[in-house]
C-alpha cells in the first residue's frame, strides 16, 4: 500500500509537470471537441491526431491520447442529450433518457448528471486500475472464446430489460439488428455476405453510421416537417443544475455504472456501448419506476454514462498490464508507445514505472480538467437549443454527414447513414424501438464468431462450453434468468412490459 | 467573325495552356497521400509514418499518411488501385496484396484488385513471423511441436489474424511444409490472436516478431522456429524452419511500396531514388530502430524477384488452402 | 391495414429475402458442429421470419396506416434526397461546394428563408466546418474542381 501511494507520488511528480498538464489538457480539450461532433468517436480522435504526437517523448504522447479518449467519452452526451444524436456509438443509450430530459426543459440537468457521473467513474476506475492492473488483466485473459460467448448470450438478454412496449417488437428489432451485422466478410471462412461487391462493406456496417442514422437523422427526418417545430422547453440560468431529488437518484446508478462499466471494459474485445447497454438494463430493472426509462428518467443517463467511462480506464487494463490491446483505441495508444521505443508488455509496470504512474496520475487530473470544462459548458450548449430549428437542423445534418464521413472517409458510410436514417424514420412511425438494432449490431458478429470459433477450438464438441468453469458459470447464470423470468411470466400472469404497454396505449388514446 | 476568331483563339489556349503547363509541371508539386490500407497501430501504419517523413524530407514536399481500412487493406488497396497513375497517391502494401486476389479468385469473386495494377517501387521491411508457444507448454523445439504434431493430427490448435490473413499463410506453409495437420482458429485481427494465446485458449501462434519480443523477454512466450532465410537479429538463438529442413516454410510480412500502373516512368524513377535516399536517413533509421522493425531494402530487379517469388508461394499455399468450407 | 399487419408483413419478407439470398449465393450451411457462414444468418432470418408473422397476426389492434400521421413526407423526402446529393456529390463537387449547395437548398427552397441569410449561413457553416478538420484537425476532406 505504502508502495502504492509512494508511486503514485512520482505519478503525480510527473504529472503535474507543466508541459505535461499542458499536453493532457489539449488532449482534453481536443477530445471533447470530438465528441461532441455527431459520429466522430474516440478512435477517430486519437487516429487523427497520432500523427501530432510523434515529435513528443513517450509520456506526453500517452498522456494527450489518453485525454482525447476519455475527453471523447465526456463530449459524446452532449449531443445525444440536446440533439438525440449520438456523438459515438458508446453515447446511443443516453440519447434515449437524456433527451427525453432536454424535451422536459432538464438538459442541463441532463448534462452535468453526465459530466459529473463521468469524473466519478473515471477517477474511481482510475483507482481500480492503479491497485488490481496486474491480477485483473490475467483474469481478463482467461475469457476465451467460449466465456464471450456465454457472457454475451447473457448481454442479448439486457435486450428483454430495454423496450418499454411489446415483446415481440423488441426481438423483432432485435433478430434485425443481429441480421444487420452478419453483412461482411466471415472472418471463419473468407466468404463476402450480403456484400454485393461494394469492399467497403467488408468489415461490415459500421455502428457508427447505422447509429447516426437511426438516432439522429431519423429524429430529423420526424421533426423538420412537422407544422409546429418542437416545443423545447427552454430552461432558466436557475433551473440549469440538477435538483437535489436528481441527485440523489443518480448516486446510485453512478456507483453501478462504474463497477459494471470497468468490469466489462477490462474484456479483451469488449465494445464500449455493450457497458451502457449493461448499465441501462440494470438500472430499468432495478429502478422502483421502470416506467419512467425512455422518458427521462435520471438513472437512464447516470448509469451508461458512468459505464462508458469506467470501461475507458478499464480497457487500458489489458494494455498497460500486459501489453496487450484489447480493442482498437489501445492498439493505436500501443502503437504510440511503441514509435516512441517504449515496448508494452508484461514488464512495463515494472520497467517503465514514471509512464505508467505518470499516465495514472494524468489520468486523475484529465478528469478533474473534464469536469471544470464541461460544467460551465453545459450553459452555452443549452444555449444551442435556442436557436430555431429550422437553422438548427440543416447545421445537424452537416455536421452529421461530415462525422460519419470523416471517420473512414468513405462515402458508403454515408449512404448507410441516410438508408438507416429512412428506416428509422419509418420505424419510429410504425411504433418500434431502434435501440435493439443497434445493440443487434454490435452483438451478431462477436457472437457468431465466439461461437463458432469455440467449436473450431474445440472440434465441433458443444461440451466446451461447460467444461470450463468461467462459461459453465455464465451460462448457468444466463438460465437462471431465462427460469426466473418464465417463472414471474407465468405466475403473475401478464409481463410487466405488456402491463406497461398497455398503459402506455390508454395514455395515448386518452 | 471577329467575335468568332477571338473565342477560337481563347478556346485553344483555354486547352493548350493547362497541357502545357501540366507536362511542365516538375513532380513533385503537390502534397502526395501515401496509403496505409490498415488501421494505425498496425504494422503498415507504423512503417508507413516513418517513410513518409524521411520520403518529405528527401522530395521537400509534403507527403501525408492517409488511412484507408476495410476488408483486410482491400479497401486501400483497391483505392490506389484505381486511383489516377500521376504519382501523387502511392500505397504501402503488406504482403497481403498478392493473398487477396488468389482468395478472391477461389470464391469466384471479380478480384478487387489484382497484383499487376501495380508497379513496385520498394521494399522498405520484412520480417518474418515466427512461431511463439507459451513456456508452460511441452513443446521445447521446433521438433518437438512437429512430432507431436504428426502424432496428433488436428488436435494442436493455433490462431491467426483471419483466415487467408498473413499469420495464417504463414502456419499453412509450414503445415504443407512438414506434412502435419494443425487446428486453426482464426480471430479478428492480430491483437485478438496474441490474446488468445496469452490465455491459454490455443496452442500456438505464428506472429511478426516485434509484438511478442516483450512477452519472449518476459519469460511468458516461447520461440520455436522463424519463416525467414535467416534468424531474427533480436533472437539469435532461434533456428529458422529452413534450417531445420524445411525450406518451403518462408514466409515475411513485407512492407512495400507501391504506385498504380501507369505512373510515368520518370515519376517512377524519383520516386525509387527518393526512397533510396530515405531509407539512409539517419532519423529513418533511428525510427525504425525505435519500433524494432530492421530495414530490408530491396529495389528493381531484386525487389522484382522478391515480389515474384513471394507472391508465388503464397498464391499456391492460398490455392492448396481452398475453400475451408468445402472441405468439411 | 394497420400498422401492425404492415410492419409484420414487411419484417417477414425480409426475412425471406435474407434466405433467398443465402440460397442464391450459394453460402455454405455447414453442421451444427461446424457452422458455416450461412448458419447464423438462417437461423436470425428464421427468428424474424416468425416474430413478423407474431407481430402481423397477433398484434394488439393498434391504428390503421394512415391515421400514423405522414403529413410531413414531403419535408422528409426532399431532406432525404438532400442527404443523398452530398453522398453522390461530395467526392467530385467538393466537400465545400456540396454542403454549401445542400445547406441552401434546405434553407431556401424546403424553408424558404431569405436568401442572404441562407447563403451567409450555407457558406459559412461549410467554410468554417471544412477549416475545423482540414486545416485544424489535418483530416483530408474531398476537394473539388478549382479546388473547392
Keep these: 500500500m505504502l508502495e502504492t501511494l509512494g508511486n503514485l507520488g512520482l505519478g503525480f511528480s510527473v504529472a503535474l509537470a507543466p508541459s505535461i498538464l499542458l499536453y493532457a489538457f489539449i488532449g482534453c480539450l481536443v477530445g471533447t471537441l470530438v465528441g461532441v461532433l455527431p459520429g466522430v468517436g474516440p478512435l477517430a480522435g486519437i487516429s487523427l491526431l497520432l500523427p501530432a504526437t510523434f515529435g513528443l517523448d513517450a509520456t506526453r504522447a500517452i498522456v494527450m491520447l489518453a485525454g482525447i479518449y476519455y475527453g471523447a467519452m465526456y463530449g459524446g452526451s452532449t449531443t445525444s442529450i440536446l440533439m438525440r444524436i449520438p456523438g459515438e456509438a458508446a453515447s446511443v443509450m443516453t440519447c434515449l433518457d437524456g433527451y427525453a430530459m432536454a424535451r422536459k426543459g432538464r438538459g442541463g440537468a441532463a448534462l452535468a448528471i453526465a459530466a459529473v457521473g463521468s469524473y466519478i467513474a473515471g477517477t474511481v476506475s482510475i483507482v481500480g486500475l492503479m491497485l488490481l ?216 509496470i515494472q520497467q517503465k514505472p514514471e509512464l505508467f504512474w505518470g499516465f495514472v496520475a494524468s489520468m486523475y487530473v484529465g478528469n478533474v480538467v473534464l469536469l471544470i470544462l464541461n460544467l460551465p459548458l453545459v450553459g452555452l450548449f443549452v444555449n444551442i437549443l435556442r436557436v430555431p430549428y429550422t437553422y438548427l437542423y440543416p447545421a445537424i445534418l452537416v455536421f452529421s454527414m461530415l462525422g460519419v464521413y470523416a471517420v473512414n472517409g468513405s462515402v458508403v458510410d454515408v449512404w448507410i447513414m441516410l438508408i438507416m436514417g429512412v428506416v428509422g424514420w419509418v420505424l419510429r412511425k410504425l411504433d418500434f424501438e431502434t435501440a435493439p438494432v443497434v445493440l443487434g449490431l454490435v452483438l451478431a458478429p462477436m457472437i457468431e464468431l465466439s461461437l463458432r470459433q469455440s467449436l473450431a477450438m474445440s472440434d465441433g464438441h458443444y461440451g466446451i462450453f461447460v467444461q470450463r468453469p468461467i462459461a459453465g458459470v455464465l451460462l448457468g447464470v444466463a438460465l437462471l434468468l431465462v427460469l426466473l423470468n418464465l417463472y414471474a411470466f407465468v405466475r403473475r400472469g401478464l409481463d410487466w412490459r405488456a402491463r406497461l404497454a398497455l398503459a402506455e396505449k390508454g395514455e395515448e388514446t386518452s | 467573325m471577329r467575335a468568332r476568331r477571338a473565342l477560337a483563339v481563347a478556346a485553344v489556349l483555354a486547352v493548350a495552356l493547362p497541357l502545357v503547363a501540366g507536362a511542365q509541371e516538375p513532380y513533385p508539386s503537390r502534397p502526395i497521400s501515401l496509403v496505409a490500407p490498415f488501421p494505425p497501430g498496425g504494422v503498415a501504419d507504423s512503417t508507413a509514418r516513418p517513410v513518409a517523413a524521411a520520403l518529405e524530407k528527401v522530395l521537400k514536399n509534403p507527403v501525408a499518411v492517409v488511412n484507408k481500412t476495410g476488408a483486410a487493406g482491400a479497401v486501400g488497396m483497391q483505392f490506389v488501385a484505381t486511383s489516377k497513375p500521376d504519382g501523387y497517391t502511392l500505397l504501402l502494401a503488406l504482403s497481403s496484396i498478392s493473398i487477396i486476389p488468389e482468395a478472391d479468385k477461389i470464391f469466384d469473386r471479380r478480384p478487387a484488385f489484382t497484383v499487376d495494377q501495380f508497379a513496385p517501387i520498394a521494399l522498405i521491411s520484412a520480417d518474418p513471423t515466427i512461431l511463439v508457444v507459451r513456456t508452460e507448454s511441452p513443446w521445447k523445439t521446433a521438433k518437438e511441436f512437429i512430432d507431436d504434431a504428426r502424432k496428433r493430427p488436428g488436435q494442436i490448435s493455433y490462431s491467426s489474424s483471419g483466415i487467408y490473413g498473413t499469420l495464417h499463410m504463414a502456419t499453412e506453409l509450414l503445415s504443407h511444409a512438414a506434412g502435419i495437420k494443425l487446428r486453426h482458429v482464426p480471430h479478428a485481427g492480430a491483437g485478438p490472436a496474441l490474446t488468445a494465446l496469452l490465455g491459454g485458449h490455443v496452442d500456438a501462434l505464428a506472429s511478426g516478431p516485434v509484438v511478442v519480443l516483450p512477452h519472449i523477454k518476459a519469460g511468458k512466450l516461447r520461440a520455436l522456429a522463424g519463416w525467414g532465410d535467416t534468424r531474427v537479429t533480436a533472437l539469435p538463438e532461434v533456428p529458422t524452419f529452413k534450417e531445420l529442413g524445411y525450406p518451403d516454410a518462408e514466409f515475411y510480412i513485407w512492407a512495400g511500396l507501391f504506385a498504380p500502373r501507369g505512373t510515368p516512368e520518370p515519376v517512377l524513377a524519383r520516386l525509387r531514388e527518393a526512397t533510396r535516399a530515405a531509407v539512409a536517413e539517419p532519423e529513418f533509421r533511428a525510427a525504425m530502430d525505435k519500433l524494432q522493425t530492421p530495414i530490408a531494402f530491396k529495389q528493381g530487379d531484386e525487389f522484382q524477384k522478391f515480389f515474384d517469388a513471394d507472391a508465388r508461394r503464397l498464391a499456391d499455399g492460398v490455392r492448396k488452402v481452398g475453400r475451408v468450407e468445402d472441405k468439411k | 391495414m394497420t400498422t401492425e399487419r404492415v410492419s409484420g408483413v414487411a419484417l417477414a419478407l425480409l426475412a425471406a429475402a435474407v434466405l433467398e439470398e443465402c440460397w442464391r449465393l450459394r453460402l455454405p450451411l455447414g453442421s451444427l458442429a461446424t457452422p458455416g457462414p450461412a448458419y447464423m444468418p438462417a437461423v436470425l432470418a428464421l427468428a424474424l421470419l416468425a416474430a413478423g408473422v407474431l407481430i402481423a397476426v397477433l398484434g394488439p389492434a393498434a391504428a390503421p396506416l394512415a391515421a400514423v400521421g405522414w403529413g410531413e413526407w414531403r419535408h422528409t423526402l426532399a431532406i432525404a434526397f438532400t442527404c443523398a446529393f452530398v453522398a453522390l456529390a461530395l467526392e467530385h463537387l467538393g466537400y465545400r461546394l456540396t454542403m454549401t449547395l445542400a445547406c441552401a437548398f434546405l434553407l431556401a427552397i424546403v424553408e424558404r428563408k431569405p436568401l442572404v441569410a441562407t447563403l451567409a449561413f450555407s457558406v459559412g457553416l461549410a467554410a468554417g466546418t471544412y477549416f475545423v478538420f482540414d486545416t485544424v484537425l489535418r483530416v483530408p476532406l474531398p476537394r473539388g474542381p478549382f479546388g473547392l
Excluded at chain 1, 185 to 195: C, H, L, N, T, V
Excluded at chain 1, 198 to 218: K, N, R, T
Excluded at chain 1, 251 to 259: E, F, H, M, S, Y
Excluded at chain 1, 297 to 317: K, R, W
Design chain 1, 133 to 348: 492492473a496486474p491480477p485483473l488483466a490475467d483474469f481478463a485473459l482467461r475469457f476465451g472464446p467460449p466465456e464471450y460467448l456465454a457472457l454475451l448470450l447473457l448481454g442479448l438478454f439486457v435486450l428483454a430489460y430495454m423496450s418499454s412496449g411489446s415483446m415481440t417488437k423488441s426481438l423483432a428489432m432485435a433478430a434485425f439488428g443481429l441480421l444487420l451485422g452478419m453483412v461482411g466478410i466471415d472472418q471463419m471462412s473468407g466468404y463476402f455476405r450480403f456484400a454485393y461487391g461494394v469492399v467497403s462493406l467488408g468489415d461490415g456496417l459500421g455502428v457508427v453510421p447505422v447509429a447516426v442514422g437511426l438516432f439522429g437523422i431519423a429524429e430529423i427526418l420526424a421533426t423538420a416537417g412537422q407544422a409546429t417545430p418542437p416545443r423545447v422547453v427552454k430552461p432558466r440560468l436557475r433551473e440549469l443544475l440538477p435538483s437535489r431529488e436528481e441527485w440523489r437518484e443518480s448516486a446510485a446508478p453512478i456507483g453501478r455504472g462504474t463497477v459494471l462499466g470497468f468490469l466489462i471494459g477490462i474484456l479483451p474485445g469488449s465494445a464500449h456501448i455493450i457497458s451502457s447497454f449493461v448499465s441501462y438494463a440494470v438500472e430499468k430493472r432495478l429502478s422502483k419506476r421502470p416506467e419512467q426509462f425512455g422518458h427521462g428518467a435520471v438513472a437512464g443517463v447516470a448509469g451508461p454514462e458512468s459505464a462508458n467511462n469506467s470501461a475507458t480506464s478499464g480497457a487500458m487494463v489489458p494494455m498497460l498490464a500486459l501489453g496487450v490491446p484489447s480493442g482498437p483505441i489501445p492498439a493505436v495508444m500501443l502503437a504510440a508507445m511503441m514509435v516512441h521505443g517504449v515496448s508494452p508488455g508484461p514488464l512495463l
